[in-house]
């Protein structure tokens, strides 16, 4: 049986064509958001899902960085998954706790952020064909990794991670024929916003042990 279909037209929108891995896996992307959101554990193969079904879609659009991106995503989400694991074990009431990062925390996110940035940005650039747009795919690239590491442990700020990687990710993907990605972000954008505000509360609840390094 032919999979075809998948990097096939579902319909047009704002003149743009927009494939079905696209839609499908950015409508997983926004249950995985939402199931993040509720600290739910199916956030992670959810995640890992539409990891799979944009790897399709990023390809057919030629762009390298989104592929390597949504790699990622599947071997972090593979991980993520088993720190909430090894974390609802932990806790007494088998929820995953929440909290902000220390400043330790923050300046090695921060730091391993721009490190691998400028480290991607060099592959891309002495290998050209990997990417059309270095820098913008090199940001992409690493700040999913920081993104979903800083989740996997449990960290408020990977809503503010996700934010920063949407905000160059979004006109990349109109960029790239992707029309889906971009029109789903107002939606994602509220998910975003309304899981931040619900982990930022947890976060000054009684203090639960953490998902484990």
């Known amino acids: 049986m032919t999979l ?99 400043w330790r925390e923050r300046g090695l996110l921060a730091g391993g952020a721009a490190l691998g940035t400028l480290a991607v940005v060099g592959l891309f650039t002495l290998y050209p064909e990997l990417s059309w747009s270095p820098w913008a795919d090199a940001y992409i690239f690493v700040g999913t990794i920081v993104a979903m590491v800083a989740q996997a442990r449990g960290l408020v700020e990977f809503w503010f991670a996700w934010l920063l990687v949407d905000i160059v990710g979004v006109p990349l993907a109109f960029s790239g024929g992707l029309a889906f990605s971009g029109l789903v972000y107002v939606i994602y954008f509220a998910l975003v916003l309304w899981g931040l505000r619900d982990w930022w509360q947890r976060s000054r609840g009684p203090a639960l042990k953490g998902v484990p390094a």
């Open 4 to 102: 075809d279909w998948l990097n096939s037209e579902a319909f047009t929108a704002f003149g743009q064509h927009i494939k079905w891995t696209d839609m499908v896996g950015n409508v997983i992307g926004l249950i995985a958001l939402a199931l993040g959101w509720r600290r739910s554990i199916w956030t992670w193969p959810a995640q890992l899902l539409s990891g799979l079904v944009l790897v399709a879609a990023y390809a057919s659009a030629g762009l390298s960085g989104g592929v390597g991106k949504q790699l990622l995503v599947i071997a972090v989400a593979a991980w993520g998954w088993r720190q909430w694991t090894l974390g609802r074990r932990q806790a007494r009431d088998g929820s995953i706790a929440v909290r902000f990062a220390t």
